[in-house]
């Protein structure tokens, strides 16, 4: 089957779906991006994920390219084009296409791409022992809370997981505080049973899953704290786990060289990603 790409009001064959090359995406990166999960053909938490969406296109000045309604159905139709079952829908808006010029355009007319595809389910022993993750600088910039297209330093710490077969990069900033994952939100569970995940400030984005991880162990009673923890107290702790979209959450058992805890997936981290799951089911059973 061939997939299809939406561009600018078109549905194009992917392999010639086209920018054009002075689109401010490609030249500054300057642009953003949501990525949402797709179950049974359903999008997952689109509400709060188009949220997010509008409060970057906010914070970057931004024009939105039609209403959210507008948006859904774009993104509806990318997912039925694709025969997307299980796997994630992708949107990303730039400030569209000017002569290259650092400063903003005078009339931008915002730039609008969706794709969607399946994705294979993660392997069971990811799940079973948990993956490994490795430490990384945190090298960004000072709004890691608007999710910029802009991922180079995200991309090089992914890349430094991937030489070292781990699955990811968790960042730490200068003072040896974890800030989160390149591509997910970092959490652990202290040696007395606390869940903890930084609060969402400028110095993280403020993932979807993260938020639906909160309301869940909040319904089920865990004891949560929000607030910064340090390299050293993640590496001490009884367990650790990353949340995005794609990952939904995933126990880390291996941090750089050395086990966490008993280099098992923890218990509340399986609890949270088996309430998630079920989460997920929900939407998309309420949708059918
Ligand atoms: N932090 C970063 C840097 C990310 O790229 C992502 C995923 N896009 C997340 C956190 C998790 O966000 P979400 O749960 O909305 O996928």
Redesign the pocket.
């Known amino acids: 089957m061939s997939r299809i790409a939406y561009v600018n009001g078109r549905y194009v064959p992917h392999a010639q779906a086209r920018v054009h090359i002075d689109d401010r995406g490609y030249q500054f990166g300057d642009g953003i ?3 949402c ?1 797709v179950r049974s053909g359903v999008m997952i ?1 689109d509400d ?2 188009l949220d ?1 969406l509008e409060r970057s296109l906010r914070e970057m000045r931004m024009t939105a390219p039609m209403s959210r309604a507008a948006l859904k159905v774009v993104m509806r139709e990318t997912i039925r084009r694709n025969v997307v079952n299980d796997g994630i829908v992708y949107l990303q808006l730039t400030r569209g296409v000017a002569p290259r010029d650092h400063a903003f355009p005078k009339a931008p007319k915002t730039q609008v791409v969706v794709t969607a595809r399946n994705a294979k389910p993660h392997p069971a022993a990811f799940v079973e022992d948990g993956v490994k993750a490795v430490t990384a600088p945190d090298i960004r910039w000072g709004r ?1 809370d608007i ?1 910029t297209i802009a ?1 180079l330093p ?1 991309c090089m710490a992914k890349q430094v997981a991937k030489e070292n077969g781990a699955y990811e990069a968790i ?1 730490v900033d200068e003072k040896g505080v974890v800030t ?6 970092a959490w652990i569970v202290t040696g007395d049973g606390k869940l903890v995940t930084r609060p969402a400030t400028n110095e ?9 991880i909160i309301e869940i162990a909040r319904r089920e009673g865990i004891v949560f704290e929000e607030r910064a923890f340090t390299l050293d107290e993640m590496r001490r702790a009884r367990e650790a786990f990353v ?5 939904f959450a995933m126990p880390v058992t291996q941090l750089d060289d050395a086990p966490i805890a008993n280099g098992k997936p923890g218990t509340i981290a399986l609890k949270l990603r088996a309430a998630y799951l079920q989460h997920m089911a929900a939407q998309a059973g309420a949708a059918a």
């Open positions: 991006y949501e990525v999960a938490d709060p994920h997010r890691c999710k991922l995200n960042l989160e994952g390149s591509s997910s939100n993280i984005l403020n993932g979807i899953t993260r938020l639906a949340t995005s979209a794609s990952s």
